[in-house]
């Protein structure tokens, strides 16, 4: 028995190991992904599988996040700026430090007045995408017989920004097309069914008869959730976050420095933050995760706030249950308005929706694509497998149903998922990615009552 769960330990540390070196690898080939969910968009080459012989697409359901967005206050650098301005006013800063001092300020400054709202690099990212579906799917915007797209926006005001550059390209490729586009409190409803996602402990009178089951699961979660992300740890003998290599090219004397500083810990947490922000405000011409950190320290930081995400967001042990049944509107949305565009005297090219990575990442995971394995798993594990919220949760994050039709009037789907094509786990394909709707259809409904179960019990 306890060889056994030695072999078990030590293959646990193995995979924990080998996941960490992937994620330093990752941050070496772009520092920019250690930003988690404020990652911007990442436009990589685009493969399709060809479709079965005779079908043709014919219309889109489309949900895409918010591009790149400012964040929503501008307190996250003040522990770094009164650091500085502290340790600069006893001429403790060396001329690096003095640098590094410029860029958080920098990035702190352009935040003030833009909080929350989209940037431009937010804006380009939504023409692109809607430019590449254009030129991916050419016949869906050149069927005579359906010129309408419909769009429908969270009531965010950088959502609705995010629709509009996204139109807008569309309306370049094809402006002979009816655009029609909404935006109110009673679609919220299916745009981000997110916000009524009771928080840990809690269940809002419509859910009080969930199942025991289902509520100490609820329960269980909350004593975890509360906690603030943890840093990565390193196991013994491998590289770990150093302060004191990081901070000493800052400081003329490193020891005075920390004497100051106290625990350096949330002054460099602060730098880690605003470093992040450089990506998606990309005008300002300043990198500080390239300049200043390693991967490996990149990493230390990420970890905590990765998990974080797939906690609140995605298919966890602990929150899943919640996840998969708050975000069900969403998926029957896409179901019924498909239904009604797939009819013969239907004039439907595509409807689009813009919304919130609290919507897109439920909705993944109630169909069971959340993680690239289909895996489910608790969730301080979520960076040990391989689940990483900068390709699973970046800015401009999106899902697309597209639908092709053969003469005979039969109906396949494919789902990608940020332009990918994704299998879909339980469905048996037709060939590729591509699935009979019908039995889509009744897949995704199965999902949807499995989800409901335990609440409706």
Same mark, same amino acid.
């Given at each position: 028995m306890k060889k056994l769960l030695l072999s078990s330990l030590f293959l646990?540390?193995?995979?924990?190991?080998?996941?960490?070196? !992937?994620?330093?690898?990752?941050?070496?080939?772009?520092?920019?992904?250690?930003?988690?969910?404020?990652?911007?968009?990442? /436009?990589?080459? #685009?493969?399709?599988?060809?479709?079965?012989?005779?079908?043709?697409? /014919?219309?889109?359901?489309?949900?895409?996040? &918010?591009?790149?967005?400012?964040?929503?206050?501008?307190?996250?650098g003040r522990a770094a700026l009164e650091g500085f301005a502290h340790l600069d006013s006893l001429g403790l800063l060396t001329d690096s430090g003095k640098a590094l001092y410029a860029d958080v300020n920098a990035?702190?400054?352009? &935040?003030?007045?833009?909080?929350?709202? +989209?940037?431009?690099?937010?804006?380009?990212?939504?023409?692109?995408? @809607? %430019?590449?579906?254009?030129?991916?799917?050419?016949?869906?915007?050149?069927?005579? !017989?359906?010129?309408? #797209?419909?769009?429908?926006?969270?009531?965010?005001?950088?959502?609705?920004?995010?629709?509009?550059?996204?139109?807008?390209?569309?309306?370049?490729?094809?402006?002979? &097309?009816?655009?029609?586009?909404?935006?109110? =409190?009673?679609?919220?409803?299916?745009?981000? $069914?997110?916000?009524?996602?009771p928080r840990p402990g809690e269940v809002p009178a419509p859910r009080q008869t969930m199942s025991a089951e289902a509520l100490a699961r609820l329960r269980s979660a909350s004593g975890s959730a509360s906690a603030a992300p943890q840093g990565y740890t390193p196991a013994t003998g491998t590289p770990g976050y150093d302060f004191k290599r990081f901070l000493t090219p800052l400081f003329k004397d490193y020891d005075a420095a920390l004497k100051e500083l106290g625990n350096p810990e949330p002054f460099v947490r602060a730098i880690y933050t605003t470093g992040g922000l450089c990506q998606v405000i990309d005008f300002l011409g300043v990198d500080i995760y390239r300049k200043y950190f390693t991967p490996e320290e990149l990493v230390y930081f990420w970890a905590g706030g990765n998990d974080s995400l797939y906690r609140m967001?995605?298919?966890?042990?602990?929150?899943?249950?919640? #996840?998969?049944?708050?975000?069900? $509107? +969403?998926?029957?949305?896409?179901?019924?308005? %498909? !239904?009604?565009?797939?009819? $013969? =005297?239907? &004039?439907? @090219? %595509? =409807?689009?929706? /813009?919304?919130?990575?609290?919507?897109?990442?439920?909705? /993944?995971? +109630?169909?069971?694509?959340? =993680?690239?394995?289909?895996?489910?798993? $608790?969730?301080?594990?979520?960076?040990?497998?391989?689940?990483?919220?900068?390709?699973?949760?970046?800015? %401009?994050?999106?899902?697309?149903? #597209?639908?092709?039709?053969?003469?005979?009037?039969?109906? +396949?789907?494919?789902?990608?998922?940020n332009e990918k094509e994704i299998p879909i786990p339980g469905v048996e394909p037709v060939s590729g990615p591509y699935y009979r709707w019908s039995e889509l259809k009744a897949h995704f409904y199965n999902l949807i009552d499995k989800a409901a179960a335990p609440w409706n019990a």
């Amino acid at each position: 028995m306890k060889k056994l769960l030695l072999s078990s330990l030590f293959l646990a540390l193995c995979l924990s190991l080998g996941a960490q070196e !992937d994620a330093v690898r990752l941050f070496a080939e772009n520092p920019d992904r250690a930003a988690n969910n404020m990652h911007s968009y990442e /436009f990589n080459p #685009i493969q399709d599988t060809k479709a079965p012989k005779g079908f043709k697409p /014919f219309y889109i359901s489309h949900y895409g996040r &918010h591009g790149s967005r400012y964040e929503q206050n501008s307190t996250f650098g003040r522990a770094a700026l009164e650091g500085f301005a502290h340790l600069d006013s006893l001429g403790l800063l060396t001329d690096s430090g003095k640098a590094l001092y410029a860029d958080v300020n920098a990035v702190v400054e352009a &935040h003030k007045g833009m909080e929350g709202s +989209l940037t431009p690099r937010g804006a380009r990212e939504h023409k692109m995408l @809607a %430019a590449r579906m254009y030129e991916r799917f050419p016949k869906v915007f050149k069927n005579k !017989d359906r010129m309408e #797209i419909n769009s429908f926006s969270s009531t965010s005001f950088r959502c609705i920004v995010s629709m509009c550059n996204f139109t807008n390209s569309l309306t370049e490729k094809c402006p002979k &097309h009816e655009f029609t586009f909404t935006s109110a =409190d009673k679609f919220m409803a299916y745009i981000n $069914p997110s916000l009524n996602i009771p928080r840990p402990g809690e269940v809002p009178a419509p859910r009080q008869t969930m199942s025991a089951e289902a509520l100490a699961r609820l329960r269980s979660a909350s004593g975890s959730a509360s906690a603030a992300p943890q840093g990565y740890t390193p196991a013994t003998g491998t590289p770990g976050y150093d302060f004191k290599r990081f901070l000493t090219p800052l400081f003329k004397d490193y020891d005075a420095a920390l004497k100051e500083l106290g625990n350096p810990e949330p002054f460099v947490r602060a730098i880690y933050t605003t470093g992040g922000l450089c990506q998606v405000i990309d005008f300002l011409g300043v990198d500080i995760y390239r300049k200043y950190f390693t991967p490996e320290e990149l990493v230390y930081f990420w970890a905590g706030g990765n998990d974080s995400l797939y906690r609140m967001w995605a298919g966890s042990v602990e929150n899943g249950d919640v #996840i998969r049944y708050a975000i069900i $509107p +969403l998926l029957k949305d896409f179901i019924e308005k %498909a !239904d009604a565009a797939i009819q $013969p =005297d239907s &004039h439907r @090219a %595509a =409807d689009l929706r /813009f919304g919130h990575d609290t919507s897109v990442l439920p909705l /993944f995971a +109630l169909m069971g694509v959340d =993680d690239p394995q289909n895996r489910v798993f $608790p969730y301080r594990e979520a960076h040990n497998n391989g689940w990483y919220a900068f390709f699973q949760i970046p800015m %401009a994050t999106n899902c697309q149903f #597209i639908f092709y039709r053969n003469k005979k009037g039969e109906v +396949l789907t494919k789902v990608l998922y940020n332009e990918k094509e994704i299998p879909i786990p339980g469905v048996e394909p037709v060939s590729g990615p591509y699935y009979r709707w019908s039995e889509l259809k009744a897949h995704f409904y199965n999902l949807i009552d499995k989800a409901a179960a335990p609440w409706n019990a």
